[in-house]
């Protein structure tokens, strides 16, 4: 059976149960530490509570984070951060900023060399307080899914950069080792 308690509420003796997740002992009794269901398990003798209300992913240094580019000037470009790799969903997107040294290991003159508006990337987080920095230095880390910006068609890798199979452009990109559409493999005689 499940009840509602909140913290410090008594769930039981230590004779009876041990603190499972979300409790504690405290003078020989076992207490909630926070609000939420306690749920005691006899089989185990443990007495834990589960929480109401579900911890939010937020972004923090060191993450790898997937972003929509919404805006690019000359050295800087603003992200949205939708999803924080093996983390649950977002329950809202947070806005994080790339700026142009930060996207890769040598000189990048312009950040339209690295990105374009639109693109989507994957990106190491670099600061625990929004706007959040992001960087596309690392290997791992870059574009990984683009649209032609003359006829909205997903771009394909080609050549270190992107290329568009419907209009034939050519387009500068740092791209990451996951991007999602590969050049489509040449016909052997």
Same mark, same amino acid.
């Given at each position: 059976?499940? =009840? ?10 230590? !004779? ?13 009794? &076992?207490? %909630? ?8 398990? +006899? ?5 834990? #509570?589960?929480?109401? #209300?579900? !911890? ?8 790898? %984070? ?7 000037? !000359?050295?800087?470009? +603003?992200? =949205? &951060?939708?999803?924080? !790799? ?6 809202? /997107?947070? $806005?994080?900023?790339?700026?142009? *040294?930060? @996207? ?18 994957? %990106?190491?987080? $670099? ?7 992001? *960087?596309?230095?690392?290997? *791992? ?9 003359? @006829?909205?068609?997903? $771009? ?7 290329? @568009? ?7 500068? =990109? ?6 999602? &559409?590969?050049?489509? =493999?040449?016909?052997? /005689?």
């Amino acid at each position: 059976m499940k =009840r509602l308690v909140l913290p410090g509420e008594v769930l039981g003796t230590i !004779e009876e149960y041990i603190a499972g997740k979300g409790a504690y002992e405290d003078g020989g009794e &076992i207490c %909630a530490q926070l609000v939420g269901l306690a749920i005691f398990k +006899n089989d185990r003798k443990e007495a834990l #509570v589960e929480p109401l #209300v579900k !911890e939010v992913a937020v972004p923090k240094k060191g993450n790898f %984070a997937i972003g929509q580019v919404e805006g690019v000037k !000359e050295d800087l470009a +603003n992200v =949205r &951060i939708l999803q924080l !790799e093996g983390k649950r969903r977002l329950t809202k /997107p947070f $806005l994080a900023v790339l700026h142009v *040294s930060q @996207c890769g290991r040598g000189f990048v003159k312009s950040i339209g060399d690295a990105i374009g508006i639109g693109d989507f990337i994957r %990106a190491r987080v $670099l600061t625990d307080w929004p706007p959040y920095q992001l *960087s596309i230095a690392e290997r *791992s880390c870059g574009v990984i899914y683009a649209l032609c910006p003359f @006829c909205g068609k997903a $771009l394909v890798q080609y050549r270190g950069g992107l290329k @568009c199979l419907d209009c034939g452009k050519l387009f500068k =990109r740092k791209v990451a080792p996951s991007y999602v &559409i590969k050049p489509p =493999r040449e016909k052997r /005689p």
